[in-house]
């Protein structure tokens, strides 16, 4: 019987917490670009306004939806509760669409590795350009909207975390593709949830040490390298070089491993690592604490996975070539 009214109370509790999200979050949706045709919009999450928060001035984090740059929605109910988490911390959240360069690409078995690294490029090429216009947009109503202009940060789920840190690596670089952020302006941070960054010039190169970056990734995913693959000067390189790259720099950054673990990573801190998310804002973002973190997790008994992959096996998991 005591199990039961406790297991009674933590449903209460749930349902409770749930009602206040629907109560006192609000969600708003804005068309920030017209392209190809199509209108790109955002939705904007916050708290309702009230005495209490009507002045207080908030980080906003921007967040790209995962899907093989083929597929995906800004408002994927995989995503929702987690965003409204995130308001509940005290964050805003503005949520992304990008046009999709894989989408509509037919057969994935005629895809070599040579259009592939086409099809790629061009695709985080246009997501890019989606998150600088999408940002711009809303670094225009951050005194509207209650922004801190200084705390701007980035968060991606598999494509979105590609390219979410494809960003903070162009502004590092002086792309051309930064020119259409506010001039001087970078994110606060980069959070990714199993990325990577494509080269077709070898290895990464960073001109300028980047904002903080926090990564999560297992490392027996198939479909997001963990550490890096290469053909001749073609690359994918996953959060543990990232990682160590960064260590290299001497900047600060935060990195969460997942022994034994695939693709899920992508989403899977959405829900379980809330803590650590909210850990790395509060502590290299805002507190600017001058830290580097690898940490991680490994489940007790898991069968071992494979974990040694090719460049074709990834193009094969992604687009079943």
């Known amino acids: ?104 690409i037919g057969d994935g078995s005629q895809i070599d590795p040579m259009r592939f690294a086409a099809l790629l490029t061009n695709s985080i090429t246009m997501a890019v ?34 390219a979410v840190l494809h960003g903070e690596y162009a502004i590092c670089n002086k792309s051309k593709l930064a020119e259409k952020l506010p001039q001087g302006f970078n994110y606060a941070g980069t959070i990714a949830f199993a990325g990577a960054i494509f080269s077709t010039s070898g290895d990464l190169k960073w001109q300028t040490a980047p904002s903080p970056i926090q990564m999560f990734h297992g490392d027996a995913d198939r479909n997001v390298p963990f ?20 260590q290299e720099l001497n900047t600060p950054y935060y990195f969460y491993k997942v022994e034994n673990a695939a693709h899920e990573i992508a989403e899977r ?23 580097m973190i690898n940490t991680g997790e490994v489940e007790i008994g898991k069968p071992e996975m494979k974990k040694d992959f090719e460049l074709m096996d990834y193009i094969k998991a992604n687009f079943g070539g």
């Open 227 to 246: 550490d890096k693959t290469e053909m001749l000067q073609v690359g994918l390189y996953g959060s543990k070089h990232i990682a160590k790259q960064l």
């Open 1 to 104: 019987m005591g199990k039961r009214i406790i297991t009674s109370l933590l449903v209460s509790l749930f349902v409770s917490i749930s009602l206040f999200a629907d109560e006192y979050i609000d969600k708003q949706t804005y068309v920030y670009s017209v392209k190809d045709g199509s209108s790109l919009k955002l939705d904007r999450y916050y708290l309702k306004d009230d005495e209490a928060v009507a002045v207080k001035v908030t980080p906003c984090i921007v967040f790209m939806f995962g899907g093989g740059f083929a597929a995906g929605e800004r408002d994927g109910e995989q995503y929702v509760d987690y965003f409204h988490k995130l308001v509940e911390k005290g964050y805003q959240v503005v949520s992304i669409d990008y046009r999709l360069g894989m989408k509509n």
């Open 269 to 291: 801190p959405m829900k379980e690592n809330i803590n650590e998310i909210c850990s790395f804002i509060d502590k290299l973002i805002i507190g600017k604490d001058n830290l």
């Open 129 to 162: 350009e989606d998150l600088f216009d999408a940002t711009t947009f809303v670094y225009n109503h951050a005194d509207d909207w209650n922004l801190e202009k200084d705390e701007f940060i980035t968060n991606g789920s598999s494509a979105g975390a590609v």
